[in-house]
């Protein structure tokens, strides 16, 4: 499989290697499945984080939310909700837009 530039730079958060707060690359997997960064502290779920990244991937390649929705078999509000994160990074507010 031939992985593009952005899935490249998003191993290191798939595999658990680097933090996701704070991009240190000293990070622990716990008992249960998490990830611990050496630096800062802050866990997350390894499962939730690569089901986060693949819905990240999925909005970069512009595939429709309901096509993600079916086959990650989760819910489309769940979908829709965190691909509108970045989205709203992306978009100017409306303060800058006046100024």
Do not use: D
Request: aromatic letters at 10%; a positive charge; hydrophobic letters at 40%.
């Amino acid at each position: 499989m031939i992985l593009l530039s952005h899935q490249k730079r998003l191993t290191s958060f798939w595999l658990g290697r680097a933090c996701v707060f704070c991009s240190y690359r000293k990070t622990f997997v716990t008992a249960r499945g998490y990830v611990k960064c050496a630096r800062c502290g802050k866990q997350k779920s390894l499962k939730r984080l690569r089901r986060e990244l693949e819905i990240i991937c999925a909005f970069v390649e512009q595939r429709p939310a309901l096509q993600v929705s079916v086959e990650m078999k989760i819910s489309y509000q769940k979908v829709v909700s965190f691909a509108q994160i970045p989205s709203r990074a992306i978009t100017p507010s409306s303060n800058m837009a006046s100024t």
